[in-house]
């Protein structure tokens, strides 16, 4: 039997329509629901009635919980509080009382689900770290685990070690020997990696998992979100700029013109008259288009507001304004792009960092980092070979920021708490400024989303060996500790003249293997 297991759908009606699609094609013989079917999205109505159709197992989430009134809100944040208030208002006392019935935990044959870990379902703790799945299987005698409440898919790992561990989501065969507790990822709500919707099915015959990652319209959500008088979260934005497509040309007008409704004399006689009375009060003109909404007219207002505070900076730039810190231009992309996995690490010096490309793209981009230029006016840059080793070359006209940096880098299933951090620029004179390396590290948040804690900066102004042109490098290593789930490299530089960066490695650091 192929049986979906799916979770957090949050009444984002339209990934859940979207994955409904995709189990259609898939000829899904069984849904799973792992709870939080409510909470945060536009349509917790709609889909609420869908889910009570075709799902044959749903699950009790926190969101669940609170918005039946089986839980308190005082650990959620203002967003999801406000959401679960909303909902709760919106649902009928049916729904109320058949999410207040649902169960914590299903079992299936060989294996179980919840919504959170096992040992204390009712507590609703997070399955983040690869140590977190440790309760839940001493709660269970099961080989194979399903929870949702993180938002992050993947799969953690136990065998004949001890030692858990944590993989990336992908299509696997169950062995013997190994326990397994997988997270599907979100449907409606996919706050995490590259914010698609995530589900996962399970062939109890061939004893297979299969991930499915589905990209949902952002745009139709982001529209329904605001249609309710809900506000949408960055990473909402993120994804809804990523999946935007530019005009190729002007937009037409391919519909019929329709002719103007006759007047009616009577009521031309009447207008001037009609205008210059006032109106009763609280009653709109029968002939004005109606009054904005207060949230219409908010919005308006912070357009006009934020589009004043650009125009003005832009403004500051262009005159050469120094009152102030220099700030950064948008970044590019606008988006924090999806993190990379660092697992497995074979060979042991992989680079964890992403390529510099050989070449600018058709755009005139660097594809596979993010960065970010003060004024580029005054600003150029380009990539090429420089002694056979790929080279970002930034050529700054006057003193001005530049900022580069890569995606965040997860390092589950690494065990890693070391790495080595190696680069080499070269400042061709004339040069003025400074260069510093930084690797940036993150905790993970009990929802599951990366929080920087640390930065390690390494300035480069100093070299162990000649260079052809004056310039610095750096190798060092780098100690994380056993709470550091992700990281990035972060390049910051504030000068006048040229700057050639070379590709810079982000290795693995074995203290055994010190020298």
Request: aromatic share 8%; with cysteine; hydrophobic share 40%.
């Amino acid at each position: 039997m192929r049986i979906a297991i799916v979770s957090d759908l949050h009444a984002n009606l339209t990934a859940w329509q979207t994955v409904l699609a995709d189990l259609a094609d898939l000829k899904a013989e069984q849904i799973i629901c792992l709870g939080d079917v409510v909470g945060y999205g536009p349509h917790p109505v709609e889909l609420l009635e869908s889910v009570y159709s075709v799902v044959n197992v749903t699950l009790m989430g926190n969101h669940d919980a609170a918005v039946c009134g089986r839980l308190p809100t005082d650990t959620f944040t203002p967003r999801a509080a406000a959401a679960v208030a909303r909902h709760r208002e919106l649902l009928a006392p049916a729904a109320l009382e058949w999410l207040a019935q649902l169960p914590l935990t299903h079992e299936g044959p060989g294996f179980r689900c919840a919504h959170s870990e096992f040992s204390q379902p009712a507590v609703f703790r997070y399955v983040v770290a690869p140590e977190d799945a440790l309760p839940s299987w001493s709660a269970t005698p099961e080989q194979l685990l399903f929870v949702g409440h993180s938002h992050l898919p993947g799969i953690y790992v136990i065998g004949e070690s001890g030692v858990p561990h944590f993989v990336e989501p992908f299509d696997f065969e169950l062995e013997a020997g190994k326990r397994y507790l997988i997270n599907p990822g979100s449907v409606g709500y996919p706050r995490v990696g590259d914010r698609r919707s995530s589900y996962c099915i399970y062939d109890d015959v061939s004893r297979s998992i299969l991930f499915r990652q589905l990209p949902f319209d952002t745009a139709s959500y982001r529209a329904a979100m605001h249609g309710v008088g809900l506000d949408d979260d960055p990473w909402v934005q993120q994804k809804a700029a990523q999946q935007h497509l530019p005009a190729l040309r002007e937009s037409p007008k391919f519909g019929k013109i329709q002719p103007a409704a006759p007047r009616d004399a009577r009521a031309a006689d009447a207008a001037p008259a009609a205008v210059a009375a006032p109106a009763a009060a609280g009653a709109p003109s029968p002939t004005a288009p109606p009054p904005p909404s207060r949230r219409g007219s908010l919005l308006a207002w912070g357009a006009l507001i934020v589009g004043a505070l650009l125009a003005s900076g832009l403004a500051a730039f262009r005159a050469g304004r120094t009152h102030g810190p220099p700030q950064l231009a948008l970044s590019v992309p606008p988006y924090d792009p999806p993190s990379l996995a660092a697992y497995p690490l074979v060979p042991p010096d992989k680079n964890l960092l992403p390529l510099l490309p050989p070449a600018l793209d058709g755009g005139g981009r660097l594809e596979g980092w993010r960065y970010a230029f003060e004024d580029r006016s005054r600003q150029t840059f380009s990539t090429g070979l420089r002694d056979g080793k790929t080279t970002l070359r930034i050529i700054n006209a006057a003193a001005c920021k530049a900022q580069v940096e890569s995606p965040l880098i997860n390092l589950a299933g690494t065990g890693l708490h070391a790495v080595r951090l190696r680069g080499r620029v070269r400042k061709p004179e004339p040069f003025s400024g400074t260069v510093f390396y930084q690797v940036v590290l993150y905790t993970t948040t009990p929802d599951g989303m990366p929080r920087q804690v640390a930065v390690k900066p390494f300035e480069m102004r100093s070299a162990k060996r000649k260079l052809s042109t004056p310039g610095a490098e750096r190798d060092v290593a780098i100690d994380l500790g056993r709470q550091i789930t992700h990281l990035r490299l972060r390049i910051e530089a504030d000068f006048a003249g040229t700057l050639e960066i070379e590709q810079p490695f982000l290795t693995a650091d074995r203290k055994e293997n010190r020298p």
